[in-house]
């Protein structure tokens, strides 16, 4: 199976709260996990990517937290904020090989209420 | 910092025209690829290249579709019969080959195009 599921497609969270935002995947020979933010009329840009010899990556407020036995992977927003409103993106490569294509989440999109 | 360029921004066309779109990658990176996104749904890959040719294509990627880097900075799409279907945002990426395994595609700004 090449899918990479996202959920949930929409989310709103206070000003200050924590945003989740969950992958699962079923090829287990996905060895890479980035995370895209994406603003409207924006490309992909990387947010933070974690490999599976670690359970958890911190980046500032941002953490992937990676479950490998339940084949899942989550993003979660510490102290969001109204800035952080945008659609994100997990993605995984089929193969751990240089140049291989990229598979895409159908997104989440994330609005920060102040 | 470098980042990816993409020309034009936005691209109309008739239905049956060929569209070119450009992309200039990051300059010390080896990988290319194509992605699209219909308005409102997920990135789509099309195309990866390397050393001056195709190394991976989806079932998107057909016939229509064909790549180019006409010279040492631009690297090229074009569809040949545009179809209303065509219509999407293109982006353009570029990786630096790391040692042999998935590394972080850069993408950019992408280009509209709309097909009437």
């Known amino acids: 199976q090449q899918q990479v599921k996202q959920s949930p497609q929409s989310l709103i969270v206070q000003k200050g709260g924590i945003s989740i935002i969950n992958c699962a995947y079923e090829n287990t020979a996905f060895d890479y996990f980035p995370w895209y933010q994406q603003f409207p009329g924006k490309g992909p840009a990387l947010l933070i990517a974690i490999r599976p010899d670690v359970s958890e990556k911190k980046e500032g407020r941002f953490t992937i937290s990676f479950n490998k036995s339940a084949k899942q992977f989550s993003l979660h927003i510490m102290d969001s904020q109204p800035g952080d409103s945008a659609t994100y993106f997990c993605?995984?490569?089929?193969?751990?090989?240089?140049?291989?294509?990229?598979?895409f989440g159908k997104g989440t999109t994330l609005s920060v209420s102040s | 910092e470098p980042e990816v360029t993409q020309t034009p921004s936005h691209q109309v066309t008739q239905m049956g025209q060929e569209v070119i779109l450009r992309c200039v990658p990051i300059?010390?990176?080896?990988?290319f690829y194509w992605y699209r996104q219909i308005l409102g749904q997920k990135v789509e890959f099309l195309v990866s290249f390397y050393n001056n040719e195709i190394s991976e294509k989806s079932e998107i990627f057909d016939d229509q579709f064909s790549v180019e880097r006409p010279d040492g900075s631009n690297f090229t799409l074009k569809i040949r019969s545009t179809k209303l279907e065509d219509s999407a945002m293109y982006f353009c990426?570029?990786?630096?080959?790391?040692?042999?395994?998935?590394?972080?595609?850069?993408f950019g700004p992408g280009t509209r195009l709309t097909v009437l």
């Open positions: 990426a570029s990786s630096e080959q790391s040692g042999g395994v998935a590394d972080t595609q850069y």
């Open positions: 300059s010390n990176h080896l990988y």
């Open positions: 993605a995984a490569p089929p193969r751990d090989q240089a140049g291989t294509a990229l598979i």
